[in-house]
């Protein structure tokens, strides 16, 4: 079992920049596989960036990237989500998740065992 924390949610406004932390317990995070979601208001939930276990391999949403990156410390069982040039469509609650024994997971949530709480992000025009 794993807990996943978000932190550094906030408003920004439109052009500004973020970084979002997710800090997982226990000893095994250099295992996981880890993504990062959001849910705009009366939306679904929708996948945005995701990492393998070393770190080497990322993949985005076409919306995020050249603007979001994804990146993780396993020395200090945190991933990362640095949100530059953000828009008011970036807003919604960003969750991180994760899943063990994979090397990479992808888009899906079933593909994620562990999620955090949530974080809020608001952008403003």
């Known amino acids: 079992q794993v807990q996943l924390v978000e932190s550094g949610g906030g408003l920004v406004q439109a052009g500004g920049s973020l970084r979002l932390s997710c800090a997982a317990s226990g000893r095994t995070f250099s295992s996981y596989a880890m993504g990062w979601f959001r849910q705009a208001p009366g939306k679904e939930r929708e996948f945005v960036a995701s990492?393998?276990?070393?770190?080497?391999?990322?993949y985005y949403v076409g919306s995020v990237k050249g603007r979001f990156t994804i990146s993780r410390d396993n020395a200090k069982n945190t991933v990362y989500l640095q949100m530059n040039s953000l828009k008011p469509e970036d807003t919604g609650v960003y969750y991180c998740?994760?899943?063990?024994?994979?090397?990479?997971?992808?888009?899906?949530?079933?593909?994620?065992?562990?999620w955090g709480q949530g974080t809020q992000v608001t952008v403003s025009s």
């Open positions: 990492i393998n276990r070393s770190g080497g391999i990322t």
């Open positions: 998740a994760g899943t063990p024994g994979v090397a990479g997971a992808g888009a899906e949530e079933y593909e994620y065992r562990y």
